[in-house]
Nanobody
Framework: QAQLVESGGGSVQAGGSLRLSCAAS????????MAWFRQAPGKERQFVAA???????AIVDSVKGRFTISRDNAKNAVYLEMNSLKPEDTAVYYC?????????????????WGQGAQVTVSS
């Protein structure tokens, strides 16, 4: 059974950094587009960043220049490096895997989702 497990969340002060990791099991991410989403309290789930298996990239404007998504197919993992964190980045962050890069980035739909990792940024 395919599973995505996030780790690395936590609490930091504004301006700090965190690195989220997503470990996949039961699926080979080399054939999947991988993405990060986030959901703040009372808000809808929001796309953050994606990396396609063919190198395609997408990132939301609000985190551009601060967040970086990377993938390591050999380790079957994807990462989200978050720098210069702001209080508005506070959310539960979800890892997602889908065969379609377009479906991930345009429809926020995915075949697989992780359980989420809490990121809290204090001012």
């Amino acid at each position: 059974q395919a599973q995505l497990v996030e780790s690395g969340g936590g609490s930091v002060q504004a301006g700090g950094s965190l690195r989220l990791s997503c470990a996949a099991s039961g699926l080979d991410i080399s054939t999947y587009a991988m993405a990060w989403f986030r959901q703040a309290p009372g808000k809808e789930r929001q796309f953050v960043a994606a990396r396609g298996f063919n190198g395609a990239r997408a990132i939301v404007d609000s985190v551009k220049g601060r967040f970086t998504i990377s993938r390591d197919n050999a380790k079957n993992a994807v990462y989200l490096e978050m720098n210069s964190l702001k209080p508005e980045d506070t959310a539960v962050y979800y890892c997602a895997a889908d065969k379609s890069f377009r479906r991930l980035t345009e429809s926020a739909l995915s075949d697989y989702w992780g359980q989420g990792a809490q990121v809290t940024v204090s001012s």
